[in-house]
């Protein structure tokens, strides 16, 4: 079964730019999530999707993010325009159930310059 | 707030030598527990998880936890350590109810092994 797969894997863009991240889930997962660990500190929850869905999305930044889940498979996460905060490392997960056993992915290191 | 406290951010253990990562959570009520394992290149892996019941729990690649409520605490442990345990490892709660996918990460700790 594969795992949780992100891409790009690493993104270097200027400030102003937009950046698309894709995250495909473990077949079958309908909750997706997205984190990000900003450099020196915690990991921290962006949004969960069940299907397509946006179940919570407490977590977002502000309306320069923009997550996406179209038919439930795959998500991608918009950032546009960047800033230079926006650098980290973003994460999915997924699970087939609400809690309990969310599998990462390997991340995508995004540094914004 | 709720919050997740790991207390070191970096541990140097020789190999063979017991290790225990220490993690203390703010919370209103229990939550669940979970430590993750990150290696280099590498997602994040559940190495065990606290729901209920038996307040120590056995997990992947011979790592334990035990729960202590009254101490508010959830410390990882292993009796004798590998130099391929040489990794970051994260401390999480996760609500029970609710949002069921906000789980809150320390800061993590991050384990180098010494031959």
């Known amino acids: 079964e594969a795992g949780v797969t992100q891409f790009p894997s690493h993104s270097v863009i200027e400030k102003g730019q937009t950046v698309t991240l894709r995250c495909d889930p473990i077949s079958g997962h309908d909750n997706l999530y997205w984190y990000r660990r900003v450099m020196g500190k915690e990991i921290k929850f962006l949004l969960h999707?069940?299907?397509?869905?946006?179940?919570?999305e407490s977590g977002m930044p502000n309306n320069r993010f923009l997550a996406e889940r179209t038919g439930g498979t795959y998500s991608t996460l918009k950032v546009q325009p960047a800033e230079l905060e926006d650098s980290g490392v973003y994460f999915c997960?997924?699970?087939?159930?609400?809690?309990?056993?969310?599998?990462f992915g390997p991340g995508t290191r995004l540094t914004v310059t | 707030a709720q919050s997740v406290t790991q207390p070191d951010i970096h541990i140097t253990v020789s190999e063979g030598a017991s290790l225990e990562l220490r993690c203390n959570y703010s919370?209103?009520?229990?939550?669940?527990l979970f430590w993750y394992v990150q290696s280099p290149g590498q997602g994040l892996q559940l190495l065990l998880k606290y729901f209920s019941g038996d307040t120590l729990v056995q997990g992947i690649k011979g790592f334990e936890a035990e729960f202590k409520r009254s101490q508010s605490s959830f410390n990882l442990r292993k009796p004798s350590v590998h130099w391929s345990d040489a990794a970051e490892y994260f401390c999480?709660?996760?609500?029970?109810?609710?949002?069921?996918?906000?789980?809150?990460f320390g800061k993590g700790t991050k384990l180098s092994v010494k031959p």
């Open positions: 997960a997924s699970s087939s159930l609400g809690l309990g056993e969310q599998y």
């Open positions: 999480a709660v996760g609500a029970r109810g609710g949002s069921q996918g906000n789980l809150i």
């Open positions: 919370y209103g009520a229990t939550p669940y």
């Open positions: 999707f069940v299907k397509e869905s946006k179940q919570d």
